[in-house]
């Protein structure tokens, strides 16, 4: 079964829309780190945005912000005001720290922000 | 500017070569990783690198050998690879668990075709 899951391979936005990427993980683990990443077309993977299991509050990060949902198993990225340079790969990921405490990384959704 | 980088950043290959993916981190980092992104699948891990020793090796062919001089260096040497390993290879820092960081840093990654 995939740890994490990301329902969307491709999404094409207006340009200063928001954008919600969707992103649900699977874990039975207590203590874990929700990750979101951003991919160019260089390759580099770009960090954005952090949430812990315990953190009471959805982490923000500038245009980024993390919708927690931690009974749902959910962990969507909003981006607020998108830009062209927001077009890449974004990637959710999750760290299980009771278990093997490596980073699995979902497919991923390719965002299209459109002039 | 990312405080991960890495060299080459695109490398041809024949099969019967030997080449070495360099990485350097600056970010203080005791933790290093490489992975390895093919088209259409998640990202692989495949070693792990905690305070110079390697702690994951996630059944990863001998072609593939890593090296960890120094807690600021990794390298990836490569010999006989085969055309299917062909992708974007990327490694990545932390600080390790113990020291309570846990978010990956990544380089630009170095893009191999073997031919």
């Known amino acids: 079964a995939q740890k994490i899951t990301q329902t969307q391979p491709g999404m094409f936005v207006q340009e200063k829309e928001a954008v919600t990427l969707d992103c649900t993980y699977d874990t039975s683990d207590q203590s874990y780190g929700l990750f979101w990443y951003k991919q160019p077309s260089s390759g580099e993977m770009i960090f954005l945005i952090y949430?812990?299991?315990?953190?009471?509050q959805n982490a923000t990060e500038g245009r980024y912000s993390l919708n927690f949902q931690k009974a749902r198993k959910s962990a969507n990225l909003v981006i607020s005001a998108s830009q062209l340079g927001d077009s890449a790969m974004y990637f959710c990921a999750m760290r299980e720290r009771d278990r093997d405490d490596k980073i699995i990384f979902g497919k991923g959704t390719r965002l299209h922000i459109l002039p | 500017e990312t405080g991960v980088t890495q060299t080459p950043r695109h490398l041809v290959m024949g099969m019967t070569n030997k080449k070495s993916l360099k990485c350097e981190q600056h970010?203080?980092?005791?933790?290093m990783y490489w992975y390895k992104q093919s088209a259409k699948k998640p990202l692989e891990l495949m070693f792990v690198y905690s305070l110079e020793e390697r702690v994951e090796n996630n059944s990863v062919p001998s072609r593939f050998s890593p090296e960890c001089p120094n807690s600021s260096h990794l390298f990836l040497h490569l010999h006989t690879l085969q055309p299917e390993d062909s992708a974007l290879y990327l490694c990545?820092?932390?600080?390790?668990?113990?020291?309570?960081?846990?978010?990956?840093?990544f380089g630009p990654g170095t893009r191999l075709l073997v031919l």
């Open positions: 949430q812990g299991s315990y953190d009471e």
């Open positions: 970010l203080g980092h005791n933790a």
């Open positions: 990545a820092s932390s600080q390790d668990q113990s020291s309570g960081g846990e978010t990956q840093y």
